[in-house]
């Protein structure tokens, strides 16, 4: 059974930092491209950030740009996303996800996902 387990979310002040993880379980973490889309209350699910399953590869969007940090770990099934500079629009439902198409925007092309973890940015 597949399962990716979110953690790291929390409150912080505008300008802070989190460090997201997902840990994976029951399947070949290295052959997936893993990615994190963010979900904000009244919202579509939006991508944040993918890496392919090297990790040589990273793809973001532009409102993350320069800020957030994604990153993977084969030996230990995770994937992490690092962010700085943390804006008040930064709030949302985070998900991690795991999919074999590359690198891709869409959430329909990814296969398994997370629980999500809340990150809330103060003003």
């Known amino acids: 059974q597949v399962q990716l387990v979110d953690s790291g979310g929390g409150l912080v002040q505008a300008g802070g930092s989190l460090r997201l993880s997902c840990a994976a379980s029951?399947?070949?973490?290295?052959?997936?491209?893993m990615g994190w889309f963010h979900q904000a209350p009244g919202k579509e699910r939006e991508f944040v950030a993918a890496?392919?399953?090297?990790?040589?590869?990273?793809y973001y969007a532009d409102s993350v740009k320069g800020r957030f940090t994604i990153s993977r770990d084969n030996a230990k099934n995770t994937v992490y996303l690092q962010m700085n500079s943390l804006k008040p629009e930064d709030t949302a439902v985070y998900y991690c996800?795991?999919?074999?198409?590359?690198?891709?925007?869409?959430?329909?092309?990814?296969?398994?996902w997370g629980q999500g973890t809340q990150v809330t940015v103060s003003s």
């Open positions: 996800a795991a999919g074999k198409g590359g690198l891709r925007t869409e959430p329909s092309r990814y296969d398994y």
């Open positions: 029951g399947l070949t973490f290295s052959s997936y491209a």
């Open positions: 890496i392919s399953w090297s990790g040589r590869i990273t």
